[in-house]
């Protein structure tokens, strides 16, 4: 059963990771930048909207970056400020209703039916949601209110930058029908270049072909799920307990081909900001998975489920490296998005060191191996907990992935403080 009420807002932070870096540093505000590669090499992961009008794009490669607009600034990257950022805005968010679900660390649906006794229609919420996470945070936000999540999360994109865009249930065909397919959920390059083939390129177009024929070229499922879409038949919820039964994050990678360095690097990103959060929390989980998004749009998951409940860091790096290219398969095939989550969650408010009961495993909390990496986990939630979450990074290649020991770290840590 489709809602019929226009109460769904999704709501994506523009350009996230540049429109941080331009908060956090003024000179840098107005200029072209770009977010995680350099001019020799990298892939950006995010650009700003004066980079963005010399044709740069997100998933580019650096050096071609550099060539399209040759004052572009190339900035490393805070990705523990991002989270910090994007985690602020959900708590905004959460003053209006509980109705949450979070698709990543820039976007998240909300379903406000429960909140318009108290702030008003729907699209009043939206204007004050904008308006408080620009005056409060400082940054810019894209919102899209409709009838179903996926009309939501093209009105949203149709927003951009900085808009807000409603569509009234009796203009939805009107709204949709001129609009490239490529703004679809789940259509991407390749896709939309099949569909174009066949001389489909917008979503009215996609809507007036019979659902068979969509399925013979994109196939049973695919062709199905895009051909509802098309049509706005979306009854999915917006499902806000999804956030108590696991902790996850993601990256979105535009099209790259895997290499060892560039996966364990984002892995990494994504393990540090999970386990930091679930150590906040006090909790523990025993269900790691991976998943990763193929060139091709499609999805593969691997499952791997310990001993006993952890959050330590390195263990879930290095899990979620071997599932993630037991996933890939050889470097070189092209990925786009990377993501992992915890499952079958415990509370654990204190992490114990125990003996070895286990044998000197990493995965079993009460290893010597295990107990060393809570240690190098407490310490580095020690001090960001006592400078603030920008005085430590992120642990570094040689200390994620090789025998990191709390005298390590601390050494680490004396250094950057």
Known sequence: MVASAVNILHADLDSFYASVEQLLDPALRGRAIAVGASARGGVVLACSYEAKAHGVSGGMPGWRAAQLCPDLLFVKGSFHRYQEFGDRVISVMEDFTPAIQRISIDEAFLDVSGAVHLFGPPEVIAARLRARVRGELGLPISVGVAR???L?????????????VVVPAEREREFLDPLPVRLMWGVGPVTASRLAERGIRTIGQLAATPRSAVERLLGNAVGEKLSRLAVNEDPRRVSGSARGRSVGAQSALGRRAASREAVREVLGQLAERVATRMRAGGLAGRTLTVRVR???????TRSHTFPGPLSTTLTITETAERLAWDAIGEPGTEISLLGISLSNLEQQPFLQLEFPLFGDNPESPGSASGASRLALDASMDAARSRFGKAAVGYLPAQLRHGHGTPDAFRELAEREL
């Open 152 to 164: 939501a999360k093209i009105a949203s994109q149709v927003a951009k930058p900085d808009g807000l």
């Open 294 to 300: 193929l060139g091709d749009m499609r999805s593969l």
């Open 148 to 150: 179903t999540k996926s």
